[in-house]
């Protein structure tokens, strides 16, 4: 297996060191505690967008660990939040996040979405490490994401989902035959670093392999907690709605 070396210095392309940045974020706070936090990019032709959630939203069988959407609402409430590579340091939609550190950016956003915090805090060193690999990939200009097959199977699974039933009869179906994510060279400064490297044709380009994220590991106990916090939730955001706040 041939690797990269550790980069040096930052990418030149400002969106795209913006977009690392929440991946470092994420990364910082693993360390302290929140490896519950799990990062689901989506390619969407024209941007790069990332859902982060916390496991538990993983671990149903339509997820593979790979897929979540958000609903785009980085409100408090949220249990999942988005963000989007065009809004470069207008991180979930914050005013008062230019310039900010991955450090200072993971604080705000235990501050900013106490809910998806409360949830992932938890060990899972798995997928920290998985993410910390990914991240160096990411420094030296690769771009990971799922691939578009995996995307479309995950997208018809909730257009059939939401008509009461589903062509996929279990986890295996959505990954069958694209048990990877695609590195590309998006903004790789060496064409022979990208020619020396394992590379396949994906769609007519060159483009790396990298193993899908470990499954979520949430034991039983856990999950009873985490369903309980969430209800409990719930029905306080309804007496809210019902008291008008």
């Not at 070396?5 to 470092?24: H, K, L, M, N």
């Not at 470990?214 to 306080?236: C, F, H, Q, Y």
């Amino acid at each position: 297996m041939k690797a990269n070396p550790a980069s040096e210095s930052p990418i030149g392309d400002e969106s795209f060191r913006r977009y690392t940045r929440v991946f470092q974020m994420v990364s910082e706070l693993h360390k302290v505690g929140y490896q519950g936090l799990r990062i689901c990019p989506q390619d969407t032709g024209i941007s790069q967008r990332l859902h982060i959630a916390p496991s538990i939203l993983l671990t149903h069988h339509a997820r593979s660990n790979v897929m979540v959407y958000g609903t785009g609402s980085n409100d408090s409430d949220a249990l999942i939040a988005s963000y989007t590579s065009s809004s470069l340091d207008h991180y979930f939609d914050w005013e008062d996040a230019s310039g900010s550190s991955a450090r200072s950016l993971a604080n705000k956003f235990i501050e900013r979405f106490p809910r998806i915090a409360a949830l992932a805090f938890m060990e899972d060193w798995s997928y920290s490490g998985w993410l910390t690999r990914i991240i160096g990939e990411m420094e030296n200009g690769w771009l990971m994401h799922p691939t578009s097959e995996i995307e479309t199977r995950f997208v018809l699974y909730h257009d059939w989902d939401l008509k009461g039933f589903t062509p996929f009869e279990d986890d295996a179906s959505l990954t069958d035959g694209y048990q990877f994510m695609i590195l590309r060279p998006l903004f790789v400064r060496d064409a022979e670093e990208v020619s020396r490297l394992e590379t396949i044709t994906y769609h007519g380009q060159r483009v790396r392999t990298f193993p899908l994220p470990p499954p979520a590991m949430v034991d039983n106990d856990r999950l009873d907690e985490s369903i309980r916090t969430i209800l409990k939730w719930n029905l306080g955001d309804r007496a809210d709605r019902r008291d008008g706040y």
